[in-house]
């Protein structure tokens, strides 16, 4: 391929790349006048667009990456690139393996982020299946990490799981070592029936130890024994700490009965993003 040639072709890509990025960005601009009532959807699209924009930036890189090469053989087209806001997952989760399986989608992201009331991304820090079940790995991964969100699949398919903004430590001896939570944000949910359930008061929020897995509420409401996934002594007791709704639901509501087997869970430590 000549200069003039291989010129007009990177020109030609680059102007298809801008105009999907301004379709992107119209897009953003009619959904964000349509919902001017709602805070979290301005902070969900917002997301969006920026996601979507680096995973374009990206292609082109490459592109021109590829064109550098010598005697390239470059098949890769910009109208293959797909920049619709569900094919780009990492728009609510960093660092994402696209070889790897997780336990949140978009949607539940999406839900999560409504619930925790900031604009936030996810980034994994721990995969049951792939880091193991005993306490010890999930508090070699996920201590001092700051915020985070634990999400179980368990033996009756559902997806629960609790959001804390409270250190993890496993250095603590003492099964009942809890921490309080004056801001009254944590809470557990079940994103099968999406429902979360708020602190009834600032006690008891999490609790330590390093031979337990992550635990919330003084009951225990919502708790990760060691070796979770061959013995049924992991546990909901919802209602101590993690309130039950107005209409009293049951307990087995949060999970569908007392103990069970966890399938797999997941951590994520929770990235604030300042809005500009």
Not at 175 to 204: A, P
Request: charged share 25%; net charge negative; glycine share 6%.
């Amino acid at each position: 391929m000549d200069n003039d040639n291989l010129t007009s072709n990177i020109i030609l890509k680059m102007e298809k790349l801008y105009e999907k990025i301004s379709n992107l960005n119209n897009e953003n601009v009619n959904n964000k006048n349509k919902q001017s009532d709602n805070m979290i959807y301005f902070i969900s699209i917002k997301q969006d667009f920026f996601y979507n924009f680096q995973g374009l930036f990206k292609e082109l890189t490459n592109f021109i990456d590829e064109l550098q090469k010598p005697n390239n053989n470059l098949t890769t087209s910009v109208d293959d690139i797909d920049a619709s806001p569900a094919s780009i997952a990492t728009k609510k989760i960093v660092n994402l393996d696209k070889n790897d399986s997780y336990l949140l989608n978009d949607e539940n992201c999406i839900q999560l982020i409504q619930w925790i009331g900031k604009e936030v991304v996810f980034e994994r820090i721990f995969k049951a299946t792939k880091d193991g079940f005993s306490s010890h790995n999930f508090h070699s991964k996920c201590d001092k990490q700051g915020s985070t969100i634990v999400v179980v699949q368990n033996d009756a398919s559902s997806l629960i799981g609790g959001y804390s903004i409270l250190d993890w430590d496993g250095s603590v001896n003492d099964d009942y070592d809890y921490k309080e939570d004056i801001s009254l944000q944590c809470f557990l949910f079940n994103l099968t029936i999406n429902k979360n359930y708020k602190m009834k008061s600032k006690s008891y929020a999490i609790s330590n130890s390093n031979v337990n897995g992550p635990k919330f509420g003084g009951g225990h409401d919502f708790g990760l024994r060691d070796g979770c996934d061959k013995n049924e002594n992991t546990y909901t007791n919802l209602g101590f700490t993690y309130g039950i709704d107005i209409n009293n639901s049951s307990k087995e509501e949060f999970y569908g009965k007392l103990n069970f087997l966890v399938l797999d869970y997941e951590v994520y430590k929770v990235i604030e993003l300042s809005i500009n």
